[in-house]
């Protein structure tokens, strides 16, 4: 392969990374809207895992962008890395986003600006707005066990309560500044620190990957900072809705792991078990929930 960094025209500074699995319209508003987001020409890696719409074949005769596939669907950190592992070391940042986002001007450069200010920053995110312009709460405090256990189990019935408020941070201002973790739909990665974690954990299939990354970047001494004056919207989780059946187990396993990582030890393992058990339970009432409202017959059905 011909390193980004050779390559006419591409920026030696800045590649982009997009993980697929059938996007659909939003790749090509990902695109679209990545034009005006850098003034930079960013190499831009599609890393398809067994997508069969055929949009990132399409957009990469089309727009010029590397079509790399992973071989089936490892799972989104997984083939983040394999992507990256193509990209040229002497490439500083890797934007890292899924590909329903959509670029407000300017955000990348933002992002990149702010990475200069932050010279110990290993992650920088924007402000995400949902669809509706409303701002999702993508800057967080980096779970604990009581205080995830008390947001997992109480947050969707009591939305307001301590644990999940604090977890989310929707109360702090909109400053620059570091935080726990950021969302991964949408991150500046310093290559330098993404390398010296050995990048996200693929045993995270989906979900809580990017808080295990944060969590890991500042335990190694790297800053995730929060950078509002960049702007993103992103129409999240389009595949979770279509599949609530595949997407929702896997982010409680995804949350076991997480808390089950963080507590190895053999005294730990009464809780690992009722960790398990907990969020097994609750999965398995989250998909019967998830499919009656898909079938109609939720609260609005």
């Known amino acids: 392969m011909t390193p980004a960094a050779t390559l006419t025209g591409v920026s030696s500074q800045l590649a982009v990374v997009t993980v697929t699995y059938s996007p659909g319209e939003h790749l ?12 930079q020409k960013p190499q831009v890696i599609l890393a398809d895992n067994g997508s069969t719409d055929g949009q990132p074949e399409a957009a990469a005769a089309k727009r010029g962008v590397r079509l790399l596939s992973t071989g089936g669907n490892i799972g989104y950190g997984g083939a983040v890395n394999r ?21 407000s001007p300017g955000a990348i450069d933002e992002l990149c600006a702010a990475a200069r200010r932050w010279p110990r920053a290993g992650s920088l995110g924007p402000l995400i707005r949902e669809p509706d312009g409303s701002v999702y709460p993508s800057a967080r405090a980096v779970p604990g066990l009581f205080g995830g256990a008390g947001h997992a189990l109480l ?34 990665l310093r290559r330098s620190a993404f390398d010296s974690v050995h990048g996200f954990d693929s045993r995270y299939f989906m979900y809580m990957e990017d808080v295990d990354l944060g969590d890991r970047l500042g335990r190694a001494g790297w800053q995730n900072v929060y950078v509002p004056t ?27 792991q997480f808390q089950a990582d963080r ?9 690992r078990l009722a960790l398990r058990a907990g969020l097994g339970a609750r999965s398995k009432l989250a998909v019967k929930a998830a499919l009656r409202e898909r079938e109609g017959f939720g609260h609005d059905g």
Request: charged residues 20%; proline residues 9%.
């Open 230 to 256: 960049a702007e993103v919207t992103h129409t999240k989780g389009h595949a979770a809705g279509r599949y609530p059946e595949l997407m929702l187990p896997a982010h409680h396993r995804s949350a076991y």
């Open 28 to 39: 090509h508003r990902f695109l679209d809207t990545l034009e005006a987001a850098t003034s």
């Open 155 to 188: 947050g969707t019935v009591w939305p307001n309560n301590p644990w999940t408020r604090a977890y989310r941070k929707e109360d702090e201002a909109r400053t620059e500044r570091p935080v726990g973790w950021l969302s991964g739909s949408c991150l500046l």
């Open 83 to 103: 992507a990256v592992v193509e990209i040229d070391p002497s490439v500083e940042f890797i934007v890292v986003a899924n590909p329903d986002v959509e670029w």
């Open 263 to 271: 507590h190895p030890n053999w005294w730990h393992a009464p809780l």
